[in-house]
Every structure is written in structure tokens, then in C-alpha cells.
């Protein structure tokens, strides 16, 4: 089986996450204003009045920090000047309501569309992650197998790696038992096709258990002599895995709660996603600007009587680079050089 994925184009960017956390908060409040327009209230109502404006992208914010840091709750209401019991009841309430599950599936559906495919997926990735909880984690086990206390985090995930389903266990649940309630969850959502799974998704119970739902579990082996083998899009759930393993929350398992856990995760796919369509965005804008007549029609900033200047050709020797290059010296043999010891080569 193949596997490769066709994914929109985006512009490159930096790798620093904090460049990007504006795209963050922009989605999460044209969420709210949706969630507002449905009849849902985002915000209860009390004697202080409800965050607005710049202090709400500030509230927006530190929630993201907690996420990609972290933080303590007490900590990061000293650092941004809110009382913390503010910031978490915010939280609370968005996740109860379920802000980020419904921001998660339509920034998911959105990059589908953009990499060409359609809203919804034919086929998921199933599989399960043991993480470190500490002892006021809501619920704790041991894994025998790898040997860590704490949970089990199980993913259904599509073939860009995005979450359609997340479902958290006891570390000593078994992947077979754990990942039913992700496979009702895409139950709930419509969804009808084949579960890939590893060999422990493997057993007759399991089997009939997705068959009740109309969904077919494949165990697919992913690994070969002790070896991991990319097979197909079953490796796309490990990279999700590796994605979220920089927010530094998700590491360690500090929650009380069984949601405010998934809440997390969720909140670490949004980040990826808005930050993956603000580049999106910006190479369509792009490529717009060097073509006058797609400037003109989709921009309409660009004016067709003054040329576009072209863009600068793409040399072979890039700037800062240490390219090695072989010459022959006078004796026959072979001499390495750098280039930043002899002039700059032409580009062809």
C-alpha cells in the first residue's frame, strides 16, 4: 500500500508556535459568535460583566498557554493580570458546551476541502497512547507492557492525522476494551467505513462490537522484524501523537476530569489547524499576486497597468548555506571545499 497524502500548499513558516497564536484566538472567537448566533450562551451571566474585547483575547490566550506550556491555573492568572477562577471558569463552560469539539470539526472539515478531499473521511486510523498522570489525575493505571502509571489516550484519527473521535482510559485498559467509546463517538457522528488498527485491535469481540455500529475493525500489522513499516495511512496516528507531544500539558497528566483532558487535546489540534490554514490563507494570497488577472478578480487590489515585478529566480547556492563542492587538483585527486571559500557560482 502506498503512503502518500496530498496536503494544501501552505507558505513556510517559523516553528515558533507563539507566532501563530493569534490565528488561534481569531478562530476560537468566530466560534463564539456562532455559538452566540445558534442561541448558545458562551458566557453566563452575574454581577461582573463578561469579557470582552482585549481581555477576552487575553483570557483566549492564556488558555493556549496553559495548553502549550504547562502553566498552573494560579500561575497564569498572576502572569495575565485575571483572577484564575475567571479563567477557569471560562473554560469549564466552553468545554461543557463543547466549544472546542465543534471548532476542532469544522477547522478539520476545512482542510479537507482545501487538500482536495471530501468533508468527511471514508476511512479512520485507530490506536492508543500511555502517558504519565500525576496522583491527582482523575483515574490511574498500570501498563505491564511499557511499563508507565497513568493513562491511555486513544485517537480516531482521519488520513491528514486530525481527530474525528478521543476517548481517555486507565493505563491498564486494554486497547480493545478502550477503544469502544471512540468508536461510538464516530458512531454518533455519522460515520460508516473501516477502523485501521494495529494487531492489538485484534479479536472477536471487538470485531462484533464495530459491526453493531457499521464499522469494520482492521488490525493491519505496522511493524516487520522488529521494525516499524509505514503501511498505507495507518502511520498518520503516530504523527498525530508526535503533534501533540509539544504541548507540554499534554506530557504529563495533571487533570481532574476526564473532559477538561480531552478539552486539552482538542485545544492542541486547533492550534495546528489554524495556524496550518493562516498559511494556507496567505499562499493563495500569494500566488494570487503573481498572477494580475486572478489579483484582479479575487482582490481586487491589484491594477492590471502596472506589472507585477517577477519574483527573484530561486538560486541552487542559497544564502547561508554550506554547500560542498568537489574539485580536482592538479595531482588527480579529490579536494573538498566550502563556499564560503571560493565566489559564488552562477545559477543556471
Known sequence: MGTAVRTARTCPASWDAFSDVDAFVDEVLVELAAMEADGTKPTRSGPKPALTGAALRK??????????????????????????NTLFTLFSRWTRLGLWRRLLGRLRRTWRLACGDKAEPSAVVIDSRSCKSAPSCFKRGFDGGKKIQGVKVH????KHGI?????????NVHDTKGIVPVLRELAGQGFRGSALGDLGHRGKRLAKAGQKLGITVKPIARSRNGKFLPTGICWMVERSYSWISRYRRLNIIYERTKEHLIAFIEIAFVSILS???KRLASADVSACLRTGSKSDRLLGTVSRKQPLSPAPPRCCHGAGRMVKHRRLSGTGGTD????????????P
Open 59 to 84: 483570557a483566549i490566550m492564556a488558555i493556549w498557554c496553559l495548553c502549550f506550556c504547562g502553566m498552573q491555573w494560579r500561575a497564569i492568572g498572576q502572569l495575565c493580570d485575571i483572577p484564575f
Open 155 to 158: 485517537l480516531g484519527v482521519e
Open 163 to 171: 481527530p474525528l473521535a478521543i476517548d481517555v482510559s486507565p493505563a
Open 275 to 277: 495556524r496550518r490554514l
Open 336 to 347: 573538498e571545499h566550502s563556499r564560503r571559500n571560493r565566489p559564488p557560482a552562477r545559477c
